[in-house]
């Protein structure tokens, strides 16, 4: 065969595969379109009076009564010339956000292709490849939202923009206009805010940071996390080095240098409830909103907050605790609605969260759950129980001031806060029952498997303490709160609408009818009493060991409110109980957040409650009153039973979530409770229950 000579298999075109076919045939479709494209945005007109254009900046948050909380107007604005511009954040933007800035047309096409097989792969819009020019685009003339309309716009208009300016003067328009979290808009405000210096000042590591926000701007923000700031920044010098934009010794010292942050960065315009702005940022986030589109959007965003009870919560707050810490959430436990949100004393002073992210133990708030898992059992409010010195296996509970009533009913054993009563409660029922109630209700964070849960040993979060007490007022349903009540664009258009309240069964109702009578005497007659607010109510007091927390968790049948008040650093309060300050601030949260409500009372069946025992009244005396102070548990050095913890993993199961009209449930006729004798002495350990170690006693 001639060296000029084919193959035969090459010379028949029948021969080719038509896997082969189809790619060549793809091939030549995307090669054709590249091109098109290509000529098509080509010969787009150049934009006029491109660079006045300024950020649009004038989404606002609303609260439910219609009160500003929150607008977008840029707290930092300063234009800066692209000449004035240190090279370390010129190099660390176009590293970060589009290495091939000055190399191609206002797109890039191997980013583009790359983007869209990731997009194919996932089934989303994940990965946008957008290059500055194209960030620009939307920034000045269009939205964030993630569809393929908005991003065909976005290379046309990106390509109008390259036909426009210069490439330096593109860079300078986007470091101008770019949103960097904490109210500023462009490198210069970033630098202020952040580090309280001029652009020029910024070292190699700071200059990096700024560069790694434009992507998610409150995800990175050094002031929500530091940590993962940190890592950002690392990341951009890591792509600096590669890109041989630094060395490596530019790069190790920058990044082993320490965050010197800003202490007083007055980080909005206008916040008026900024912890709960901070949530309702995550849930827009959640909902398909990123920052940037939220900050630019035009949009306005009306919340649940009910602004007049929030700002009585803040003046509670600020003329109670003094140099403590408070959190205080109120929310509707039938449609879910957030009413208040106060993480923290002082949002400029700390941003962390302590409805959501602290972990604190509750003390005797956490009763009612165990007074909740014997009612569950059969126990009825009337049945008695002993209030007297007791020893579970060398754990020797006692009550405040060591003060003993003898035989009482279960009612008030709770609106006494007996802590002996409690211990004898969890040793019949179990410790398993317990726990069971409580995950159901809402509690994920670790609990131990010890009787010690029953004086609220274990910490747990203030936001899933105060839902669970909404299950029992919203006859064993619990609501998962929501703040983000609609959003609508510039012209009136509304582009969501919080859909119908989900909720999901957790509890028997009539053990919710039980809990909320028993829990009303609280209120009334016991403990809480200092809660009162002359309207039908119902709550819990709780104090730790040596009074390091104080809480109060209530409820009416329309909202429920929990209050923390304590320390960060975990130390004691002095004379500070659950029935002072936090039912103080509850009480001042609860009067104006069930305004609108009027003196609506709990759609349950009657409870009588009988206040005799062997026919003798039981006097309440004013010292039966003072708040509780729980023992200080002490386990054993192995802690728990083979050291096993109950976590969210082994939550008991729940039913499937189910609609909820809004409403109440109708009235249904309480259950006959089975009949208990008087229980003078304990029960042995409920059958199956492992058996409880030995705990020395104080």
Known sequence: MSEFEMPKKFKNPKNIGPMRQFFIMLFSFMLAGFIGVNLFLSSQPPIQHLEDFKPNVVTKLYSADDEVIKTFTAYKFEKVDIKDVPDNIKNAVIATEDKNFYHHHGYDPIGVIRSMIVNISTGSFSQGASTITQQLARILFLSNEKTFDRKIKEFIVAARIEKTIPKDKILEMYLNNVYLGSGAYGIAGAAQIYFNKPLKDLTLAESALIAGLPQAPSVYSPYNDKKLAIERRNQVLGRMLKMRYITKEQYKQATEEKLHLNPNPNIYSLNRAPY??????????????????????????????????????????????????????????????????????????????????????????????????????????????????????????????????????????????????????????????????????????????????????NGVKLYEMTIAYGAFANGGFKVKPYAIERVETSRGKVIYQAPKTRVMKVLNMNTSAVVTAMLKTVVENGTGRSASIGKPAAGKTGTTDDNKDASFYGYTPDVVTGVWVGNDDNSKMGSVYGSTIPAAIWKATMRVATQKFGNSDFDYPEIELKRYAAGEAKTIKDEDLTEEEPPKPEIPSNGDINGDMINQQQSVQTPNPVSFNNTFLEPVKQTAQPALKPMPALQPVTPGEPPVPPVPGR
């Open 276 to 457: 709960f702005v901070d949530y309702a940022m995550k849930e827009l986030e959640e909902l398909g909103f990123d920052e940037t589109e939220i900050s630019q959007g035009g949009y306005k965003v009306i919340t649940t907050l009910n602004y007049a009870a929030q700002k009585a919560a803040e003046d509670a707050i600020n003329s109670q605790v003094g140099n403590r810490q408070a959190a205080v959430f109120s929310f509707s436990p039938i449609t879910g609605e957030i009413y208040v949100y106060i993480g923290g004393k002082n949002y400029f002073k700390s941003q962390y969260d302590r409805v959501t992210q602290s972990i604190r133990p509750p003390g005797s708030a956490f009763k009612p759950f165990v007074y909740a898992a014997a009612i569950e059992k059969g126990w009825g409010p009337n049945d008695m129980l002993e209030d007297t010195p007791v020893n579970i296996n060398g754990w020797k509970p006692h009550n405040y001031n060591n003060r003993y009533r003898g035989q009482m009913p279960l009612f008030m054993g709770l609106m006494l806060s007996s802590n002996v009563m409690a211990a004898r409660l969890i040793q019949d029922v179990g410790v398993r029952s317990v726990i069971g109630v409580a995950r159901s209700l809402g509690i994920t964070t670790p609990i131990e498997y010890d009787m010690t849960i029953a004086l609220g040993s």
